[in-house]
């Protein structure tokens, strides 16, 4: 929090992120769809928007509410890891694994200034946490927070979305092992992937609106190569 106010990075996307937050707060509008990815066009969930607008609130609508609120939400992260860690092996390992996450350069750099990739190395975090305990403890509310926060991972940044095969693929393991109690933990999975569907919705209704803009842009990036703009095997 060191001079944030005066040192936070203030850029097009921060004052684009601003101006849509105070919308969404005075009710002048209320996003279905969140930031746009600058390489293919492709619009993200409105996660981010809502799950920061009350910073920008609590700094009476001054920009600088929105990178106060990311280092908080960062800083308070910590402590969910070292939670986390602590319940998975011991207090020992969650403190060392604390230490190193609490003097990480980058993640610093990250937690002080507004910007929607960077709450997602904790999102990330969180969701690989509850697929290991919705599989550990086939707890209904395990599965149902495995799943919500896959979803709003993939909506801080479309690189989220390599989550999934990661989490089908561990539920799939556990299904091959666990045959004689298949359909019980197939309803749980259901429960996970309806939570996820559920939060990302608006942004399948957005896109069902427009002609599955994004979607469209989607598939467009996959099919081009206009995106790469060097060989790095000629290098």
Not at 21 to 49: D, H, M, W
Not at 87 to 101: C, D, G, H, R, Y
């Amino acid at each position: 929090f060191y001079r944030l106010g005066e040192f936070a990075t203030f850029l097009g996307d921060q004052g684009r992120d601003a101006i849509i937050i105070k919308r969404l707060l005075t009710f002048e509008n209320l996003p279905a769809i969140g930031p746009v990815t600058s390489v293919g066009q492709i619009y993200l969930g409105p996660f981010y928007y809502y799950f920061i607008a009350p910073w920008l609130l609590l700094f009476w609508f001054r920009p600088v509410g929105l990178a106060f609120g990311t280092a908080a939400l960062s800083t308070l992260s910590i402590i969910g890891v070292y939670l986390c860690l602590k319940n998975l092996f011991n207090k020992q390992t969650a403190l060392f694994a604390s230490v190193f996450i609490t003097f990480s350069s980058i993640l610093i750099e990250f937690a002080r200034f507004s910007w929607n990739p960077n709450l997602l190395p904790f999102f990330a975090f969180f969701t690989f946490y509850f697929v290991y305990r919705s599989i550990q403890k086939k707890s209904f509310l395990y599965f149902v927070l495995a799943g919500a926060f896959l979803s709003l991972s993939s909506q801080l940044h479309y690189l989220a979305l390599f989550l999934i095969p990661a989490t089908g693929l561990s539920y799939l393991l556990y299904l091959m092992e666990k045959r004689k109690k298949i359909r019980q933990f197939l309803t749980h999975i259901f429960v996970a992937v309806g939570t996820f569907l559920l939060l990302i919705s608006p942004l399948f209704l957005f896109d069902i609106k427009h002609n599955f803009l994004n979607l469209n842009s989607f598939l467009k990036l996959i099919n081009t190569s206009s995106t790469v703009t060097r060989n790095i095997f000629a290098e």
